[in-house]
């Protein structure tokens, strides 16, 4: 094997053969992780709506598709207003034709700037803060037993099914 020299490596063309050789690995390589990447975004889409390619979750006053409830398609609406003076409904929803409210998220902004998450019961010591949907009249109903959580700004985000798809 000492014997052999650099000429005769490159004259029989088994460098270039090599360098072909890696070359074709690495393209086959990312062919391949670019293949993988697309079977995990469309498993991912299938189960959450979203995927990593998906680069923001979309978070409006208008109604999106989010996924599937049970098989039932699953929306997305958010509202932002002024909560109620005292507890009692925060908003209407009978136009949504909601089926089943399967989540109610959000944050209150109480009157010292200091944001409170819904769901969240106790916040403080004695003080909570609750959103239920009310199924019977097709609405939000806002709890809160401090003032600091009435007439100030409210943003919410709800899932639901609907009645009629």
């Known amino acids: 094997m000492a014997g052999i020299s650099i000429a005769q490596l490159t004259g029989n063309g088994l460098l270039k053969n090599a360098k072909l050789a890696k070359e074709k690995s690495q393209q086959t390589s990312e062919e391949e992780n670019e293949i993988l ?3 995990q975004n469309s498993m991912e889409k299938a ?17 999106h ?16 207003g002024i909560t109620p003076s005292s507890n009692g409904e925060l908003l209407d929803l009978s136009e949504l034709n909601i089926d089943i409210c399967t989540n109610i998220k959000g944050v209150v902004k109480d009157t010292s ?18 959103v239920f949907y009310n199924a019977n009249d097709k609405t939000l109903l806002y709890r ?22």
């Open 113 to 130: 700037n200091i944001y409170a998450t819904i769901p969240q019961i106790q916040l403080q010591a004695n003080h909570y803060l609750a």
């Open 37 to 39: 990447q697309e079977y």
């Open 65 to 80: 598709i989010i996924g599937t409830f049970y098989g039932k398609t699953l929306y997305q609406k958010s509202f932002t």
């Open 47 to 63: 189960l959450t709506g979203t995927s990593r390619n998906d680069n923001k979750k979309v978070i409006d006053e208008n109604e």
């Open 144 to 165: 809160a037993n401090a003032s600091e959580y009435f007439n100030t700004k409210y943003y919410i985000t709800i899932e639901y099914t609907k009645n009629i798809e």
